[in-house]
DNA sequence: TGTCGTCTTTGTTCTGGATCAAATTGAAAT
DNA sequence: ATTTCAATTTGATCCAGAACAAAGACGACA
């Protein structure tokens, strides 16, 4: 039950653009308020680095406008992008304070943060912030080991697929329209999709031009294409459609033991059939 | 075996091969009662499976001992394993029920079972228990994007290192001797380490026989080896020693986008050199 | 409008590992 | 011990995608 507007003080988070999807907005109002209270906005541009790899987290928070990449990098410069934070997402890492990924604006960012150690008394006092923490880094490592999957057995054109069908999901939702045909703008340069993805710029950009070829998606420019044959862009991703997740699923009657026997012999394929 | 009606008081857990170091041991002794009250034994042979890909997620628990793997598949067959679980590890999907990768056994294992729904209402009535399960998620959050570094993009050479090392830290305690030569045991087959390292057997095997010819590690049999450089093997790894985390990391003076300007140009590398 | 610098695309070559194949080891069952 | 069957190793070939190279495309700025 909402309290009348004049019987507390209003919050910037009234009007907030991702009020309604947020993390906070899922807890009790007394919460709300001293969340309000502790929370302030940072932007960043595009390139900039919001918390380095190894260095102890001083805030936390929410995005409320662009993209954040997680990346990890090794010694010799190589990158890999684990994970990326679309408007509403939670970003920083809690208890234990050291992040061991970079967290990067991939576009212009709006955040809105909280200093790490007050939200982190907050959970104390308030279970229900801490479930709902709790739900959300449940989400992120289904997310990450599904990742998992891609990386370590599938094809450049499943990955891409599997990339722009995330997109549909995750990406602005003011982006697309649910009929025939979905418009997808890329929020992320090559070189970062290509770290996300495991390959380089160089194989997306043939992948990509490939589907146009064969009717899958339109290219519009660079970053913005439209998905001509959503069912094909499934069937290509390899997965169910991911989009689709049924409450309760259909329980398999084969193990993944018998089905891998099953496949025994399959034929060598290009990814493209 | 039942305890006798006069021990009830005590707890079949205070005899516990885990209870130094579980999940359900770092919380107090009220809630130690209540969980003790709940658990139940189980025990899986190899190649069984605890609980499938996509099934309701039934009871949650404990590792007393043996290894479970955590594995997804796709509709053709192959497999990725997003994870392993040792000895006091907390297994299975709380707060939602449908687990969407596999859990099986690796090995012969005895398992600490609690009811989900059961354990689920106790977090609520305890949130220190929730803060335990938090704590313990954002570790494998972390591990999980650590696995994504390797299958996004380090070599063969680099993956196997990265394994035996990991087995050093995670593995059978009372397996290694922390002197200048550790024994590793591998408690899974050649398919399974596959499967986690995103390759082959056959790549596998290679890569381990060509350590053993440069005196890196000794192959007593194809699951027991010695690790007879071990500095060498953490260089092949091509990251930091894993085993020591300091507690608040030497600042990078430079951004890994620095790091990767200076890295331009870089010779190819079969991972051995 | 041109020029610079960055990002993306397209073309070519090369290789790390996958795949296919066969031999070897090893453990369980008879 | 001997047969079976599975797991591992070793050998030979092949290919998806990386690396290298060079040519557009596009935006920023003067």
Redesign the pocket.
């Known amino acids: 039950m909402e309290p009348l507007p004049f019987l507390r003080a209003l919050t910037p988070c009234d009007r907030c653009a991702v009020r309604k999807t947020s993390l906070c907005s899922r807890v009790n109002v007394d919460l709300q308020r001293d969340l309000a209270r502790l929370s302030h906005h940072r932007t960043y541009r595009l390139g900039e680095t919001v918390l380095a790899e190894m260095e102890a987290t001083s805030f936390v928070g929410i995005v409320v406008s662009g993209v954040l990449r997680m990346q990890k990098s090794l010694e010799d410069g190589r990158q890999q992008l684990v994970g990326l934070l679309f408007r509403s997402d939670f970003f920083g890492r809690v208890f234990g304070g050291l992040s061991d990924y970079a967290i990067e604006a991939a576009s212009d960012v709006i955040l809105c943060c909280y200093e790490r150690r007050a939200f982190e008394r907050l959970t104390e006092r308030f279970p229900e912030l801490e479930h709902q923490l709790m739900l959300n880094t449940l989400d992120e490592l289904d997310a990450a080991r599904d990742w998992m999957l891609l990386l370590g057995c599938?094809?450049?054109?499943e990955r891409v697929a599997s990339f722009l069908l995330m997109l549909c999901r995750r990406g602005e939702p003011d982006e697309w329209v649910s009929g025939a045909n979905l418009s997808i703008h890329?929020p992320i340069?090559?070189?970062d999709m290509a770290s996300y993805l495991?390959?380089?710029?160089?194989?997306?950009?043939?992948?990509?031009?490939e589907m146009s070829r064969r009717g899958i998606i339109k290219?519009r420019?660079?970053?913005d294409f439209e998905i001509l044959n959503k069912r094909q862009l499934v069937r290509m991703s390899g997965r169910d459609d991911l989009s689709i997740r049924p409450a309760i699923a259909a329980q398999s009657s084969r193990s993944p033991y018998e089905r891998l026997a099953a496949a025994n012999?399959?034929?060598?394929?290009?990814?493209f059939h």
Chains 1, 2 share one sequence.
């Open positions: 599938q094809t450049m054109p890329l340069s090559r070189r495991g390959t380089t710029g160089e194989s997306i950009s043939r992948v990509i031009h290219i420019n660079a970053q012999g399959l034929p060598r394929s290009t990814g």
